[in-house]
């Protein structure tokens, strides 16, 4: 029985719920940032809104990544339940680094997949997760210069501060 | 697990042909592929998680449970659910 199931399945169970667990949590982020670009937008603030419309999309991307893995590695993929997020925010600076904390536990969360996929010899799933620990990097590091641009333009007003991010 | 060969247990998942599996529940016989074993699995881990077992114990103190895209319809009490749970984990645990 055992050997049957390892002839269907590439990848072990443990890093499958884990990765179905990955699912979620980006798909949680990407309608979170979908909050944050809301917000933008309705306060025109163009640079940011696109950051976060891209960061949203971005999101999704990656749980798709994940989804399509663990279904043609064998397993399950689970379409998850997208839990509430926060619609309301106290100012842009609150929203960035909200958002760096956000990259942060998903990188945590990775991290956590890629420890099982080590731990049991799963190779392919370490292998297809490198990817991702390698982009997290990219992810927070954007974020963070971000952060310091607001830490470098003090008090000055939102809409100046968001001329000044970088353009999508 | 010669021996094993003749003893027959209140819960079997049984390979049959390459994508075929059988489930036996006390007396119930169904036929799974293994994308159905893989949503039975999942089914299962969710209902037993600490939260979710509580839950059921409190109320109904059973589950039903549709198996094999639901084809089948089972009534399990939380021994047999446990069981259940426990039949799979030894399945899928060999990586």
Redo the contacts between chains.
């Keep these: ?8 399945m590439t ?4 890093v499958m ?1 884990l990765l179905n667990d990955q699912i979620a949590l980006e798909m949680h982020a990407s309608a979170s940032y979908l909050a944050m670009a809301s917000w933008c937008d309705q306060r025109e603030l163009v640079n940011s809104k696109a950051f976060f419309y891209k960061q949203s999309e971005e999101e999704r991307g990656h749980a798709m990544k994940i989804f399509e893995f663990v279904n043609d590695a ?3 993929s ?1 379409s998850p339940a997208v839990p509430f997020v926060g619609n309301d925010f106290a100012g842009l600076r609150e929203i960035y680094e909200m958002s760096l904390d956000q990259e942060i536990r998903v990188t945590q969360a990775i991290y956590k997949c890629f420890k099982k996929a080590r731990s ?3 190779f392919a799933s370490e292998v297809f997760l490198q990817w991702f620990v390698t982009e997290q990097v990219e992810e927070e590091d954007t974020v963070r210069s971000i952060l310091d641009t607001f830490d470098l333009m003090g008090d000055m007003p939102l809409k100046m501060i968001d001329e000044r991010l970088p353009k999508e | 697990m010669e021996i094993l060969s003749d003893i027959t247990f209140n819960i079997q ?3 049959i042909t ?2 075929n ?1 059988q489930l036996k529940i006390d007396q119930k016989v169904m036929a799974l592929t ?2 159905q074993v ?2 039975l ?2 089914k299962v ?1 969710l209902l037993t998680s600490e939260e979710n077992l509580e839950d059921i114990i409190q109320n109904e103190n059973y589950v039903l449970l549709f198996i094999a895209d639901k084809k089948h319809l089972v009534f399990l009490e939380i021994p047999i659910l446990l069981d259940l749970k426990d039949e799979l984990s ?6």
């Design positions: 029985m055992k050997t049957a199931i390892r002839r269907q990848i072990s169970t443990d719920d064998g397993g399950a689970i049991v010899d799963d | 998942l049984k390979k390459f994508c599996y293994f994308p893989l949503q699995r999942n881990t030894y399945c899928f645990d060999n990586f």
